[in-house]
């Protein structure tokens, strides 16, 4: 069973930026696709970003293109999500997920099956 770990969330002023890395306990994501994923109070879960650590493609939701940068840190083998320009709409529990989805699916939750617990970030205005 791989268990994903997030870490790097918090509170951030809107404009501001946050890092958010996602590790896994096999300490490699070597086939897998790995996607964040974010859940606002009162709202379903919806996908942010992905990478597939294998060639390094990368997805973005509309909302966060541009501003969000989803990448792969070799050294310490964990997928990194750079949030710039943060608004108080980004506000959520964002979660890592790994799985070996194809295009079509890469954005769908079902697409994946190791999450982890979720990281809290906030952004006022």
């Known amino acids: 069973q791989v268990q994903l770990a997030e870490s790097g969330g918090g509170l951030v002023q809107a404009g501001g930026s946050l890092r958010l890395s996602c590790s896994s306990s096999?300490?490699?994501?070597?086939?897998?696709?790995v996607a964040w994923f974010r859940r606002a109070p009162g709202k379903d879960r919806e996908f942010v970003g992905a990478l597939r650590w294998s060639n390094g493609a990368t997805y973005y939701s509309d909302s966060v293109k541009g501003r969000f940068t989803v990448s792969r840190n070799y050294a310490n083998r964990t997928v990194v999500l750079q949030m710039n320009s943060l608004k108080p709409d980004d506000s959520a529990v964002y979660y890592c997920?790994?799985?070996?989805?194809?295009?079509?699916?890469?954005?769908?939750?079902?697409?994946?099956?190791?999450w982890g617990q979720g990281t809290p970030v906030t952004v006022s205005s």
């Open positions: 997920a790994a799985g070996r989805p194809i295009v079509s699916t890469i954005r769908q939750e079902r697409a994946y099956y190791y």
């Open positions: 096999e300490r490699t994501f070597s086939d897998y696709a």
